[in-house]
C-alpha cells in the first residue's frame, strides 16, 4: 500500500517538475527602482544590496530556529544528566 502511494506521488512530483516554466520571481516593487537604476549607472549597486537583502530575510528565520532547536537539545541534555547522572543512556 505505501509503495502504490510513493509511486503514486513520485509520478505527480515528476508531472509537476517537467511542467514548470522559466518564472520571473522578482514583484513589480523589487524591479521597478531596479529598471529605474539601469539609465543612471548604478544599476550593480543597486542589484547587489537588494541581493544581500532578500540573502538576510531568506537566513534569518532559520538561524532563530536552530538557535531554539540548540538551545532546547542543550537544556533538554542537561536536564537528562541531572536525572540519572550519565546523559540519555539508561543501561
Known amino acids: 500500500m505505501k509503495q502504490a502511494v ?3 506521488i513520485s509520478v505527480l512530483v515528476v508531472f509537476f ?5 522559466g518564472v520571473s520571481a522578482q514583484c513589480s516593487m523589487c524591479r521597478a527602482p531596479l529598471e529605474g537604476n539601469v539609465s543612471d549607472g548604478t544599476f550593480l549597486l ?7 537583502g532578500i540573502t538576510l530575510l ?5 538561524l532563530l530556529i536552530g538557535a ?3 538551545f532546547w537539545y542543550l537544556n533538554a541534555r542537561k536536564h537528562a544528566r ?3 547522572g550519565r546523559g540519555y543512556s539508561q543501561g
Not at 17 to 21: D, I, K
Not at 46 to 52: G, H, P, R
Open 68 to 70: 531554539v532547536a540548540l
Open 17 to 21: 517538475l517537467l511542467l514548470a516554466q
Open 82 to 84: 541531572n536525572l540519572n
Open 6 to 8: 510513493m509511486g503514486r
Open 58 to 62: 531568506f537566513v534569518t528565520p532559520y
Open 46 to 52: 543597486t542589484s547587489e544590496n537588494l541581493n544581500a
